[in-house]
């Protein structure tokens, strides 16, 4: 198997985003575009060489040819021994394990998250470092600079691994482990929680319903769910991961997901209704009659933590990301322990995890987890509600009802304007930007805004300093109006406009969501102007 060194040209366009490098599949399938990618990684990450590296995927068009690519890639860049999902199946929170499990170097995790698969869909790469999180931005930006002026890449040419037999085998020099994809981490889940109470809750008639969305998370959720806790096998649907999803959105929010959301509403739906996207990593949440928000769950899941035994006197820190509702704040306060405010994007939480000052941290975008991985882990939180309900006897419900009774509730709500022009988003954001020292003290109704600035945000750990990180108008307590671009899209411009309320006694309860946050989003039009400025009179998605 000879090692080749490939003349290329480079591509101008590999620049990373908050979640790797998303491109439709029609761009990746360009001469050399994904080897020149993975050759700047290499080149940047010298540190891969004689180590072991992870690789899997999610299971979507193109994963399989990609693979195989970097498999023969890193060989030919000196990587010892490469550990790789069997049938290239790896979800985004099991590849986090891996790497830490294995003390690899890093990882390798090709995705595009929740958006749409299939030829005409997007694909994607993300590289995890050493630790199991994600790249940072100087190294993203290092391999970004690579890959702008890269001539050449390295590969050992005419392989072709059998991704589906479990077991060694061997590249050239390089080790391959093909491994069951779910195995380690569904023991990492054990260590966690209690499957005997859940098993239990499963025997008196507990009732689960996962949608695994035709994504990454089926094998685990049926593994673990089916096999090991002994749900009946109508608790997972749609358990089977297609190349395109089913042509679905494997985005589990109240949009690509309403079908979970009439389900809960109905007559006699089950306990526990939940939901994963394309790589696992995003969980949605909802009991019968009622959705919880991601923001509502992680404060929940914080003030039960102590319940579950992986955390019983363990828990340091809580964190969100700053558009996430304030719901963790009263949590942490009561409880009296750290709470953090990080820009949006997961990698911000993982230095905190790495020092040990974080035991549990979400994003209001459905992402969810805790020390015990170092990306956001979908199976995780279902799991954590799952050992919640067994071990108080409680539904959902009445969780939920409690929790906002005791610590007040935040309504909440993003709408997100997509595909707009690029100018005509910056100029939005400039325009509030530049008005925004002017709004302090204005009167809206009973609210008076107390705040008004772009958010940055300095690292505790290691100083370093992340700007432009949304702009946000903030009514003391009582409410907050948040602006920010996304960082994901493959599209255009998206504009995302965040909606938080915070009522307690009585009126905790007393409000439908959207009712509540009526008034906030007139005030929001108001000072933003957003259909004005943009020609859009309604969000593209509400979530
Ligand atoms: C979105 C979410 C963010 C999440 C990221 C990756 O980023 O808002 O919370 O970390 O996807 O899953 P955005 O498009 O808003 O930059
Ligand atoms: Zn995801």
Redesign the pocket.
């Known amino acids: 198997m000879p090692i080749r060194e490939i003349p290329t040209r480079p591509y101008q366009d590999q620049k990373s985003g908050?979640?790797g490098l998303r491109k439709k599949v029609a761009v990746f399938q360009q001469p050399h575009y994904l080897e020149n990618f993975l050759q700047s990684i290499f080149d940047v990450e010298t540190s891969l060489r004689g180590a072991t590296l992870i690789i899997g995927g999610d299971g979507r068009y193109h994963n399989r040819e990609a693979i195989q690519t970097a498999i023969a890639m890193a060989a030919a860049n000196g990587v010892r021994k490469i550990i790789v999902g069997q049938g290239g199946i790896l979800s985004t929170p099991a590849a986090s394990h891996l790497i830490r499990l294995h003390h690899a170097a890093g990882g390798l995790l090709f995705t595009a998250?929740h958006n749409p698969a299939g030829p005409d869909g997007d694909f994607g790469i993300k590289f995890n470092i050493a630790g199991g999180g994600q790249a940072s931005e100087t190294l993203t930006g290092k391999i970004y600079e690579q890959s702008t002026q890269l001539t050449r890449y390295r590969i050992v040419e005419g392989t072709s691994l059998d991704l589906d037999r479990r077991g060694a085998q061997k590249i050239a020099d390089t080790d391959v482990d093909v491994v069951d994809s779910v195995e380690d981490y569904a023991r990492l889940q054990q260590s966690l929680f209690d499957f005997d109470r859940i098993r239990e809750w499963f025997k008196k008639g507990g009732r689960l319903r996962f949608d695994a969305m035709h994504a990454v998370t089926g094998p685990y959720a049926k593994r673990i769910f089916i096999e090991q806790l002994g749900a009946p096998e109508t608790s997972v649907m749609n358990g089977c991961p297609l190349e395109d999803f089913g042509d679905g959105h494997p985005d589990p929010n109240l949009i690509y997901a309403k079908h979970l959301y009439d389900l809960a509403m109905s007559a006699d739906g089950p306990d526990l209704i939940a939901a994963s996207d394309g790589d696992g990593?995003r969980n949605m949440i909802l009991g019968r009659g009622l959705f919880i928000s991601p923001g509502d769950s992680l404060a929940m899941l914080a003030a039960h933590l102590d319940k579950l035994p992986g955390y019983k006197g363990r828990l340091k820190g809580l964190a969100r990301?700053m558009p996430t509702c304030r719901a963790v704040d009263q949590v942490a306060r009561a409880l009296g322990v750290e709470c953090h405010e990080t820009p949006?994007?997961?990698k911000f939480f993982c230095n905190l995890l790495d020092a040990g000052r974080l035991t549990l941290c979400g994003?209001?975008?459905f992402?969810t987890s805790s020390s015990h991985t170092r990306e956001k882990d979908g199976l995780w939180a279902v799991l954590a509600w799952l050992n919640i309900l067994a071990v108080t006897g409680m539904s959902v419900q009445q969780i939920a009802q409690a929790h906002w009774q005791r610590f007040g509730r935040h309504y909440y709500a993003r709408h997100d304007y997509d595909d707009l022009p690029v100018a005509t988003a910056n100029a939005v954001m400039a325009q509030l930007k530049t008005a925004s020292p002017n709004l302090i003290g204005q009167h809206h109704g009973a609210w008076t805004i107390s705040q008004a600035d772009e958010f940055s945000y300095t690292d505790p750990i290691d100083g370093s300093v992340a700007t432009a990180q949304g702009l946000r108008i903030v009514f003391g307590e009582a409410a907050r109006i948040i602006l920010?671009l996304?960082?994901?899209?493959t599209q255009g411009a998206?504009l995302?406009l965040y909606l938080e309320r915070y009522e307690t006694g009585v009126d905790a309860l007393a409000w439908q969501n959207n009712e509540a946050l009526a008034p906030l989003a007139i005030i929001a039009d108001k000072l933003i102007r957003i259909a004005e400025q943009t020609g859009r009179k309604t969000p593209s998605v509400i979530t």
């Open positions: 908050t979640a998250s990593d990301s949006t994007g997961w994003e209001e975008s992402g920010r996304s960082g994901t899209g998206t995302r």
